[in-house]
């Protein structure tokens, strides 16, 4: 059967999931939370929200939804991640605690809590790869970098060089690698979609 909208997990265990489904929704998808096994069959795409990602990795486990998102993305279904969603999809996570859950999705090297904790939470304007219409304004909170990229994972998005960025200038914001999309900030908190139509069409386009 043909669907004329794709359907689009959000894990639902903690975070804004909400507001990843409403973007979702916006960008011309069909959301549906995932908090079961088989649920994660009746998706095209996955969405792993902010919030706490030793909370999340946890609950994943009692959960028992680790080890098939980790097959199922493994397998090519399409993720996006952001800020806490970005440290789980990725390989390896600097500063996590030694408990934490690696989805191993992105070939990326994450380090948590990153900005420091002066700068907690901040937002800016990003140039960002692939987004049409002007830059990208991005909210950070408590946000992770990415220190380190394997190939063929495209940089997406960066802190500017703006001469106050300190040791974050430069940094590495957004990626993707294949279907699999991260952000260390929260496109799905400023009302702009075009982040999520992004991950849409990679879903649309996953074979
Ligand atoms: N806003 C967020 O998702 C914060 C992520 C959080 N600092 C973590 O390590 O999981």
């Not at 980790?70 to 800020?83: K, Q, T, V, W």
């Not at 970005?86 to 600097?94: D, F, G, R, S």
């Not at 304007?125 to 495209?154: C, M, N, S, Y």
């Amino acid at each position: 059967m043909s669907r004329t909208r794709p359907v689009v997990g959000v894990l639902a265990l903690q975070g804004d999931v909400r507001e990843h489904a409403a973007m979702l929704e916006r960008a011309g998808a069909r959301a549906l939370p995932v908090r079961r096994p088989r649920e994660l069959s009746e998706v095209d795409g996955i969405v792993l929200p902010g919030g706490e990602s030793t909370t999340m990795s946890r609950l994943l486990d009692s959960f028992e939804l680790l080890e098939p998102l980790r097959e199922r993305i493994a397998d090519g279904l399409p993720a996006f991640g952001s800020c806490a969603g970005m440290i789980l999809l990725a390989k390896q996570a600097l500063d996590g605690r030694p408990d934490q859950h690696q989805l191993d999705a992105l070939d990326i090297v994450v380090r948590r809590n990153a900005f420091g904790r002066q700068v907690d939470s901040f937002e800016g304007d990003l140039e960002f790869t692939g987004v049409d219409g002007g830059p990208v304004h991005a909210v950070f909170i408590r946000a992770p970098w990415v220190e380190k990229t394997g190939d063929g994972v495209e940089v997406l998005a960066r802190i500017p060089d703006s001469g106050e960025a300190g040791a974050a200038a430069d940094r590495i914001v957004a990626v993707r690698q294949a279907a699999v999309l991260a952000t260390a900030f929260h496109p799905e908190l400023t009302g702009d979609e075009r982040v999520h139509r992004m991950f849409v069409r990679l879903v649309e386009d996953a074979p």
